[in-house]
Nanobody, 118 residues
Framework: QVRLVESGGGLVQAGESLRLSCAAS????????MAWYRQALGKQRDMVAT???????NYADSVKGRFTISRDNAKNTVYLQMNSLKPEDAAVYYC????????????WGQGTQVTVSL
């Protein structure tokens, strides 16, 4: 089993920045892809950014040029640097990873709220 714990959410004004972190823990696991998703109130959960174990990154069009995903494989941690935040970025942000323990599975964190005011 893999446990993901997010941190770094909060309330900011439009144009400001936030950095989210997500640390994975567990026993005898290896992480493949790590990702950030977000879900605004009343909407579906959407992919924000992904990063493979080799560092290959992918972003949603809506955040390209403003958000940067990175990871520290030694710490089993993924980060999301969010710059130039907009009100439409407000959502609960979830960390996700594909990891292998005794089997290959998808794991989710509990989510962290990001609120952006005008």
């Amino acid at each position: 089993q893999v446990r993901l714990v997010e941190s770094g959410g909060g309330l900011v004004q439009a144009g400001e920045s936030l950095r989210l972190s997500c640390a994975a823990s567990g026993t005898s696991f290896s992480i493949e892809t790590m990702a950030w998703y977000r879900q605004a109130l009343g909407k579906q959960r959407d992919m924000v950014a992904t990063i493979t174990s080799g560092g290959l990154k992918n972003y949603a069009d809506s955040v390209k040029g403003r958000f940067t995903i990175s990871r520290d494989n030694a710490k089993n941690t993924v980060y999301l640097q969010m710059n130039s935040l907009k009100p439409e970025d407000a959502a609960v942000y979830y960390c996700n990873c594909i990891a292998r323990t005794t089997y290959r599975g998808s794991y989710w964190g509990q989510g962290t709220q990001v609120t952006v005011s005008l």
